[in-house]
């Protein structure tokens, strides 16, 4: 296992922007992906994106077009650049790769 340290949650308006960092404490890639889910208030755990090593990228169609993920490999970091926030957006994101989670940290879009 690898620990998984996200940052970067917050408040933010509609239509705002938030960027998440996920540092790893090794190889974030030494099992090929990593990504992100998120938890609703109420609602299960939700897949939202995925980057694997060589920087393919996949969506949930929901955040498709706003949501970008990427990675610095060196730095064993994952980010999510998140625009266009609507309060659907609204949970908990937590970083993920095949056997660790972060912790998560809280986005809440609200006016």
């Known amino acids: 296992q690898v620990q998984l340290v996200e940052s970067g949650g917050g408040l933010v308006q509609p239509g705002g922007s938030l960027r998440l960092s996920c540092a790893a404490s090794a190889s974030i890639f030494r099992l090929n992906v990593a990504g992100w889910y998120r938890q609703a208030p109420g609602k299960g755990r939700e897949w939202v994106a995925k980057?694997?090593?060589?920087?393919?990228?996949y969506y949930t169609d929901s955040v498709k077009g706003r949501f970008t993920v990427s990675a610095d490999n060196a730095k064993d970091t994952v980010f999510l650049q998140m625009s266009s926030l609507e309060p659907e957006d609204t949970a908990v994101y937590y970083c993920w790769t095949p056997d660790s989670w972060g912790q998560g940290t809280q986005v809440t879009v609200s006016s």
């Open positions: 980057i694997t090593r060589d920087g393919r990228t």
